[in-house]
């Protein structure tokens, strides 16, 4: 099982985090059945990666959809899972969430709209690649220390990574399936994510 948490554990607090790690990291990889995209930071004042990204809609999504896009031919040959932390906060995120904070900077905001972007790209890596085997879940864990999942936050993550009855391309919580906002369902605005996403990784590792 690859998991992103084991990039960023001892680069996050560090804001050494960059997109070539992701790409080295990836490289290591021959073989993966499931991918827990867990990684999240949650920054007082507005940082920037190595990259030149925000630091929270950086290393919350861009990262994990990175990792992900370097993986997939593995997991295609898998049938594998692909796990997305994401948060019950995402309801706070308004409709037509413009991801790229230029300007102004809450705290608040940039996590919960983040959290948005972890359901909307579950949903679209689903339509994208289900029916190549893949199979993609989002997920609340519940309210957890700083340190990483613990014994209650872990339950729904091993839940969606390892349950039949967990379902793709749905939110989860408590072990079922949940009800996110309406927002987080909105296909026209996970094809814009992914559409972002895609630009961004494009522009940001054209010399990797």
Request: proline share 2%.
């Amino acid at each position: 099982m690859a998991s992103i948490t084991s990039l960023y554990s001892h680069r996050q607090h560090s804001g050494a985090f960059y997109l070539a790690s992701v790409k080295v990291f990836a490289e290591k990889i021959d073989k993966v059945d499931i991918l827990i995209n867990n990684a999240g930071v949650v920054k007082e004042q507005k940082e920037f990666t190595k990259d030149g990204l925000e630091s929270t809609f950086g290393t919350n999504h861009i990262g994990h959809f990175y990792l992900t896009q370097l993986l997939v031919p593995l997991l295609i040959k898998t049938n594998g899972r692909i796990v997305n932390v994401s948060s019950l906060g995402h309801v706070f995120a308004k409709e037509n969430t413009n991801f790229i904070q230029n300007n102004s900077y809450n705290p608040f905001q940039a996590y919960i709209e983040s959290k948005l972007a972890n359901i909307l790209y579950t949903n679209e890596l689903q339509r994208r690649y289900g029916d190549q085997g893949i199979k993609a879940y989002s997920l609340h864990p519940g309210t957890i220390g700083t340190t990483g999942l613990n014994r209650q936050g872990a339950m729904t993550t091993l839940y969606c990574a390892l349950s039949d009855e967990a379902q793709p391309g749905k939110d989860h919580s408590d072990c079922r399936v949940a009800q996110p906002s309406s927002t987080a369902y909105n296909s026209k605005e996970a094809q814009e994510l992914w559409e972002l996403s895609e630009k961004i990784i494009n522009e940001k590792t054209k010399h990797l």
